[in-house]
């Protein structure tokens, strides 16, 4: 059975600081997909980033970093300097096999982020 | 490029009625997936579904619930004799033809309010 674990549910931050969201997963295969979504107040479910098993070369876009760990099975989020519209629920996601048939996304419980101007 | 499209945005039923969710996938994607947030949790997997077949059911429950994915038109998500339990956000995601770890892209979801 798969498993997303984000421990933490809300987290404050005033602008401009760094913040690492945490998640942890659980799964018995060996090829499987990590994923991040945000979820804005609007309530819309925005894809951030897709990672295989086997590439663990974490990854940089714009202010968000991702930090994949095989060994600690985790997938943390690292938003630098952050801002207001960075505020929303931030969801990490498994989906685990080799074929289209095991496709559903198992979803952690979401990280609340609230970002003071 | 339009994205994937849920309607109705909001939908308001009394205990007993039926409630009928549409989903129309992303040009180009033939699978379409249903999940349901309920207050303060994450995403549940409901079903996935490809044009006239189902592929996955595990995340629907036994009774009232249905979905379909017919060769022409939306996705439909049917949930007969609605409860006040029912009542939660409906989100409809689609990917492309199969391929494992595909991203699924979501529409904006249904809320639905049972009273």
């Known amino acids: 059975a798969q498993k997303v674990t984000q421990a933490q549910t809300e987290i404050s931050v005033v602008e401009k600081e760094d913040v690492t969201l945490d998640c942890v997963y659980e799964?018995?295969?060996?090829?499987?997909?990590l994923f991040w979504y945000k979820q804005p107040p609007s309530g819309e479910l925005v894809f951030l980033i897709r990672?295989?098993?086997?590439?663990?070369q974490n990854e940089i876009s714009g202010r968000y970093s991702w930090n994949f760990q095989k060994s600690t099975s985790s997938f943390n989020f690292t938003i630098t300097a952050s801002q207001v519209v960075d505020s929303a629920v931030y969801f990490c996601?498994?989906?685990?096999?080799?074929?289209?048939?095991?496709?559903?996304?198992?979803f952690g419980k979401g990280i609340t982020l609230s970002v003071r101007p | 490029n339009a994205g994937v499209m849920q309607n109705p945005r909001h939908l308001v039923r009394r205990r007993g009625q039926e409630a009928r969710l549409r989903c129309s996938p992303m040009k180009g994607h033939s699978h379409v997936y249903w999940y349901r947030q309920l207050p303060e949790e994450g995403l549940k997997f409901m079903v996935y579904l490809q044009k006239e077949n189902i592929i996955d059911e595990s995340g629907m429950p036994k009774e009232r619930f249905s979905a379909e994915f017919p060769k022409e038109g939306p996705s439909i998500l049917r949930i007969q004799q609605v409860v006040r339990g029912d009542s939660a956000a409906y989100f409809c995601?689609?990917?492309?033809?199969?391929?494992?770890?595909?991203?699924?892209?979501f529409g904006a979801g249904t809320r639905l309010s049972v009273l």
């Open positions: 996601a498994l989906s685990e096999g080799l074929t289209g048939a095991n496709s559903k996304l198992t």
């Open positions: 990672r295989n098993s086997f590439d663990e």
């Open positions: 799964t018995r295969d060996t090829t499987y997909y």
């Open positions: 995601a689609s990917s492309p033809p199969s391929l494992a770890g595909n991203i699924q892209y």
